[in-house]
């Protein structure tokens, strides 16, 4: 019994270990450099540069619905993705959240997340941090490993979005 009991907690550590070290935990700063348009850094479990380009937003209630891809280029070029997130962003506070899925690159298929708020409304600058958690094997890319990151990968139409069973 006692090796049972030893057997079921050594699953359980492992699948912790596992599910922790498939999140990818990312700070980020920004800033508008046009309309539409951010650009800034990204720090944490992925440093780099990134990018963030606005797809469409309904501004027409004070709870924006915004559809945005965001591009992170990182110092390990076998770390970079693009994602395609959708969420909301409140006029009036500030804060943004949105959710989506990485299209392209690094966990390409993964879950994205992100939280973030304006800190500075004269340059439309926002901070927060956005989580990718790799997707289970039955709802596995199918981009394959890594995806690709040939092309043009901002078109409305993905090449790269996670298989539905």
């Not at 800033?31 to 992925?46: E, I, L, R």
């Not at 941090?129 to 990151?149: F, H, K, Q, V, Y």
């Not at 993905?158 to 298989?163: E, Q």
Request: a negative charge; glycine letters at 10%.
């Amino acid at each position: 019994m006692r090796r049972l009991h030893c057997a079921v907690l050594l699953v359980v550590v492992v699948s912790c270990l596992s599910r922790a070290a498939a999140q990818v935990n990312i700070a980020f700063e920004k800033a508008a450099v046009s309309d539409g348009v951010w650009m800034g850094t990204v720090s944490g479990d992925v440093t780099g540069r990134l990018v963030t380009l606005m797809v469409a937003a309904d501004q027409s209630r004070p709870l924006w619905e915004v559809d945005f891809y965001w591009i992170v280029l990182a110092d390990d070029p076998g770390r970079s993705f693009v994602a395609r997130l959708t969420g909301t962003l409140d006029s009036g506070s500030g804060e943004v959240a949105m959710s989506g899925v990485v299209n392209e690159g690094y966990l390409a298929g993964a879950r994205v997340d992100e939280s973030g708020h304006l800190v500075d409304a004269t340059t439309s600058r926002f901070e927060g941090t956005i989580r990718l958690a790799a997707a289970p094997a039955d709802n596995a890319s199918s981009c394959g490993e890594g995806g690709s990151m040939d092309g043009y990968p901002w078109d409305d139409a993905s090449r790269c979005s996670p298989r539905r069973p």
